[in-house]
């Protein structure tokens, strides 16, 4: 079987002005490729950066999925994305997007640890943020996921959209008994979030999810539910009800 007949993956990121960040996407795109040699995966973007998810659409031929580079649900998700793909490609089936998932808990235990966590730390799960209560309500079940992993509380908190502000999280904790706080990135790439994350002021923050194999596999497996569902082409899958809390999609949490 031709690797058209099996059809195209198409990774749609966000978009960001950082070359960093798109190097990292980048990065990642090609980890996802290495999972299944052969398959034909394409890495395209809602605004700003090149190439733009409707020109790919337009162009492929084939069975094609679209998984969103998302940690949250939002209206990039709900609105900006189905619109494209209503437009560019009515045939396409549409993934929902990444979190919350233990994948991503595991990434974000990993990037803790190499930053130097240690036991008596207090940990912030620091994202964008969103207008979109339900794009919040994803990264606090995330938040939820890492506690249980880390055997310790998490609190998720926001650079800009959403309560508690990363500032306001920081100075309560600051009046804590932890000696130190580390702020997990719950972002995918460098840019600005991550920027506004790391001077913030906490002890130690970690690097972006970024070109990670648990976060490749987690594109796979958003891909092959959505590949394998019976729903129609352009209704995004809903999460299962359980720690993850419920579907959404997140603005601006990339």
């Known amino acids: 079987m031709t690797a058209s007949a099996r059809g195209t993956l198409v990774i749609a990121a966000h978009g960001t002005r950082s070359a960093a960040g798109e190097e990292t996407l980048a990065r990642l795109a090609a980890m996802v490729r290495g999972l299944r040699p ?13 190439p733009l998810l409707a020109d790919v659409l337009a162009w492929l031929p084939g069975p094609v999925t679209v998984v969103p580079l998302l940690l949250a649900g939002g ?84 650079a800009t959209g959403g309560e508690p502000t990363v500032g306001e999280a920081l100075d309560r904790m600051r009046h804590g008994p932890a000696p130190r706080v580390a702020l997990a990135s719950y972002l995918l790439a460098p840019g600005f979030f ?38 129609s082409p352009l209704m995004i899958s809903s999460a299962p009800a359980s720690l993850e809390g419920p579907a959404s999609a997140p603005t601006n949490i990339s």
């Not at 002890?203 to 972006?208: A, N, Q, R, S």
């Open 194 to 231: 991550h920027d506004r994350l790391s001077n913030a002021g906490a002890d130690l923050v970690t690097e972006p999810i970024g070109a990670d194999p648990d976060l490749a596999a987690l594109v796979w497996a958003r891909h092959d539910q959505a590949a394998g569902s019976s729903r």
């Open 38 to 50: 052969g398959r034909r995966v394409e890495l395209a973007y809602l605004e700003i950066s090149k």
């Open 75 to 158: 209206y990039h998700v709900h609105i900006d994305l189905p619109d494209v793909v209503a437009r560019a490609r009515p045939d396409a089936a549409v993934a929902r997007p990444l979190g919350p998932d233990p994948l991503l808990t595991h990434a974000l235990a990993r990037r803790l640890a190499r930053a130097g966590l240690r036991p008596a730390d207090a940990v912030i799960l620091g994202a964008a943020g969103s207008s979109d209560p339900a794009a919040l309500a994803d990264v606090r079940a995330a938040a939820r996921l890492l506690a249980v992993r880390l055997s310790r509380p998490v609190t998720a908190a926001f």
